[in-house]
């Protein structure tokens, strides 16, 4: 019969999403995280067959702890606004976890595509709002969606790596901002045309 695990699956990741919050995705190695259980690094094994499975059991966790501040934002109005907030948020308070999430190099994203599909429910969430309220079609609002949510990214990524710090209100003036100035162009029906290709004189 194999070893019974010594510790769950839970605890494991409650472990390691603990050490990465608060030392980096590169904090996260076998002996790492059996120090931080107060064992060797064996009982890990009997649970997860690599740390590449668990650094995946951590991002789930990530998210969900990401999903819970963007839960916040469904009681308020705008939503959409408020998700950005939230994102933001989470950068400034959980750092390591936002630079895991969305700044690593190994998280195998090719196009914005593939990161829409790792932002998990709050992106669909957010493309529906934007349909409802503000009365777009399907590939408008998940344009204005991309758009916008890159602009959030870069205000969190600053946050994260503390270049720069914002106030609270200097944060809603940039989201509003940006989100109205691409609400116009999505209303005004350019959105999808190509961008011309200035020609080189010669």
Request: net charge neutral.
């Amino acid at each position: 019969m194999p070893p019974k695990p010594k510790f769950t699956k839970d605890e494991i990741v409650a472990a390691a999403l603990a050490l990465v919050s608060e030392k980096g995705l590169e904090a996260l190695t076998a002996r790492e995280l059996g120090a931080r259980l107060g064992s060797s690094a064996r009982p890990i094994f009997t649970v997860f067959h690599s740390m590449e499975e668990v650094q995946e059991a951590v991002r789930a966790a990530a998210l969900k702890r990401f999903e819970s501040y963007a839960e916040k934002a469904m009681h308020y109005t705008p939503v959409f606004k408020q998700v950005g907030m939230q994102m933001i948020l989470f950068a400034v308070e959980e750092p390591k976890l936002y630079q895991m999430l969305y700044m690593s190099e190994n998280s195998g994203a090719a196009s914005f595509q593939d990161i829409f599909s790792r932002l998990g429910d709050v992106a669909n969430v957010c493309v529906d709002v934007i349909q409802r309220d503000y009365g777009l079609r399907a590939p408008e609002a998940k344009q204005l969606f991309e758009h916008v949510w890159i602009h959030t990214f870069g205000i969190g990524a600053l946050c994260a790596t503390g270049m720069c710090r914002f106030s609270q209100d200097e944060i809603i003036q940039m989201l509003g901002q940006d989100f109205m100035a691409m609400l116009f162009y999505a209303k005004s029906g350019r959105m999808n045309m190509p961008t011309p290709v200035p020609k080189m004189e010669g």
